[in-house]
């Protein structure tokens, strides 16, 4: 009985290790080099993304959030699912981003740069 317990433990811990981190990676410490943390308070965080040409930040996980593109450029940003969504952004674009997990990429020949607003528990 104690070893069936026990297999059934790390079966349970295997799964839940495998599933939870790509739900649950910060986009800030799974790429610290391209974001900079201006506020993080009350359950909202604001800071600035860099992407230079060809960057990628692997799969990471965001609340409700607001984007303004403070410089523009290509990207492109793959969701758990699969689906690619090519992106050019301006200066000066704004838009609401809903909770999400996905891959960005900057596919351009330019620095992008945004503003992003999360809020935690907002969906």
Known sequence: MRKLFQSWAITAAVVFALSVPALA??????????HKVLVDTNGVRMYIA???????ISTHYHPFHVVYVLQGGELTITDEKGKVTKMAAKEG???????????????????????????????
């Open 50 to 56: 860099t992407f230079e040409p060809g960057s990628v």
């Open 93 to 123: 674009d704004a838009f609401p981003g809903a909770e999400t997990v996905h891959i960005t990429k900057n596919t351009g020949a330019t620095t992008v740069k945004a503003l992003v607003v999360e809020v935690a528990g907002k969906k």
């Open 25 to 34: 990676q910060d986009p800030v410490k799974v790429a610290p080099e391209m």
